[in-house]
C-alpha cells in the first residue's frame, strides 16, 4: 500500500470520504487528503478524550459526577436570562438549618453582626380542623424551595403565585425524579414548602456600639395549600408573600445561575456558599478576611467542633472550586480571603449601578 493510499484508508467519517470521493482524480487531491486526514485525527483525537472524561465521570460519586457536567455545561454555554433564578438577600446571608432539627422550635444562625432567628409555626389541617404543629425548614430542599418560590414571585411580579405546575418542572431542572408516595421526591418538596410557609422570621441587627434593631419578616402572609377535590384532598399550593417581604425582595434580589443551583442540589452548605460568595462578589472591592471563628458561626452550627467544621468545610469549597475555577478563594490557618473577582465568574450579572442623580436645574 502506498503511502496516499494507507492516508485514503485512514479517513473513516462518511462526511470526510464524501469530500474525498468528490476531489478524486482532480489535480489537488494529494493535498486534499492530507487536509482530510488531518481533520480526521482532530475528529479521533476528540473522541479518544471524551471517552476519557466519560470514563472519568463515571468512576465519581454521583454528587462529584453532577459538578463535573455542570462546569462543563458553563463552560460552554453563557449564561442567559432563561438559567436565572432569584433568592432574596437576606437569606443569601444567613441560612437555614442543614439538619433536622427535630423537636426544636426556635434556630438562630449568625453573620457577623446580624442574625437570622427562625421559630416554627402551625398550619390548619383541612381534615380535622386544627392547627398543627410543623417542624423548622432544614437541608437543601427547603433553600431551593425558597429559591424556586422567590424566583416565581420577581418573574410572576406578582406576591401571590401558584407553584403547582412550577415546583414539579423545578424538580426535574435540579436534578430530581418526580415521584409521588410516601418515600417520593415530592412529599419531601411539600414538606419543607409546609414548613417554611408555617415559620416566622427575624432579622436583628447590631452596631457594635449599643445600637441594635429586630425587624420582623415574616415571608408569606396567606397560605392555601390544601382544598376538597372529587378525589378527596389535592395540593393546591398557592402561597401570597407577605406585602413588606415581596416589596423587599424585588428590591433585593439575589440572581443565581440554575445550573449552578442544581451542581450543589443534595448539599445545605454548598447551596449556602453559593448564594453567600454571588452576593458578596457582586459590592466587594478588596479582599474579605474571615476567620475561621466567623466561618463557623455562620456555616458550621450544626459542627460541634472547629475541627470537624475545618475539614467539612474545605472539602465544600472545594466542590465550589471544582465548578468554578476561576474563583480567587484561598484558606489558611487564619480563615478564609475571598478576592474580588468579576460576578461573572459565578455566573451572575453585576449589580446594577444606581442611577446618577439628575444634574440640578440651573
Known amino acids: 500500500m502506498s503511502g496516499l493510499e494507507a492516508k485514503i484508508a485512514a479517513i473513516r467519517d462518511p462526511d470526510l470520504l464524501a469530500e474525498l470521493e468528490a476531489a478524486r482524480g482532480g489535480f489537488l487531491f494529494a493535498p486534499i487528503v492530507e487536509h ?19 470514563e472519568a465521570r463515571e468512576a465519581m460519586g454521583r ?8 462546569r462543563e455545561v458553563i463552560e460552554n454555554e453563557p449564561t442567559g436570562p432563561e438559567n436565572l433564578q432569584h433568592l432574596h438577600s437576606v437569606l443569601a446571608l444567613c441560612g437555614l438549618p442543614y439538619r433536622d432539627p427535630g423537636d426544636a422550635r426556635d434556630f ?4 457577623g453582626r446580624n442574625s437570622l432567628s427562625l421559630s ?55 436534578g430530581f425524579a418526580v415521584t409521588g408516595g410516601e418515600r417520593g ?4 418538596f411539600k414538606e419543607q414548602l409546609n414548613r417554611l410557609a408555617a415559620c416566622s422570621m427575624q432579622l436583628g441587627l447590631w452596631d457594635g456600639e449599643g445600637q441594635a434593631s429586630t425587624l420582623n419578616v415574616p415571608p408569606f402572609r396567606q397560605l392555601e395549600l390544601w382544598r376538597r377535590g372529587e378525589d378527596g384532598l389535592v395540593w393546591q399550593r398557592t402561597v401570597s408573600f407577605h406585602q413588606d417581604f415581596y416589596d423587599s425582595l424585588i428590591r433585593h434580589a439575589l440572581p443565581v445561575d440554575i445550573r449552578a443551583a442544581r451542581a450543589f442540589s443534595g448539599s ?6 453559593l448564594f453567600w460568595t454571588g452576593y ?7 479582599p474579605l478576611r474571615l476567620t475561621w471563628d466567623n466561618l ?12 470537624s467544621f475545618r475539614q467539612a468545610f474545605k472539602a465544600d469549597l472545594a466542590g465550589l472550586l471544582e465548578v468554578f475555577p476561576r474563583l480567587r478563594i484561598d484558606l489558611d490557618e487564619g480563615g478564609m480571603l475571598l478576592h474580588p473577582a468579576d460576578p461573572g465568574s459565578l455566573l451572575v450579572p453585576p449589580k446594577a449601578a444606581r442611577p446618577a442623580r439628575a444634574a440640578a436645574r440651573a
Open 280 to 286: 458578596r462578589l457582586r459590592a466587594l472591592q478588596r
Open 185 to 188: 421526591t415530592i412529599g419531601a
Open 36 to 54: 482530510l486526514l488531518f481533520r480526521q485525527r482532530e475528529r479521533d483525537a476528540a473522541r479518544a478524550q471524551e471517552g476519557a472524561q466519560a
Open 268 to 273: 445545605a452548605r454548598k447551596l449556602d456558599l
Open 120 to 174: 416554627a409555626g402551625r398550619l390548619k389541617n383541612p381534615v380535622t380542623g386544627e392547627m398543627e404543629l410543623q417542624g423548622l425548614p432544614y437541608g437543601p430542599k427547603a433553600r431551593l424551595v425558597l429559591l424556586h418560590l422567590c424566583t416565581e414571585a420577581v418573574r410572576q411580579r406578582s406576591p401571590t403565585i401558584e407553584v403547582a405546575d412550577s415546583l414539579s418542572g423545578f424538580m426535574k431542572a435540579m
Open 296 to 307: 463557623h458561626r455562620q456555616f458550621g452550627a450544626e459542627n460541634a467542633s472547629l475541627r
Open 108 to 111: 438562630v444562625r449568625e453573620y
Open 63 to 70: 454528587d462529584r459526577r453532577r459538578r463535573d457536567a455542570v
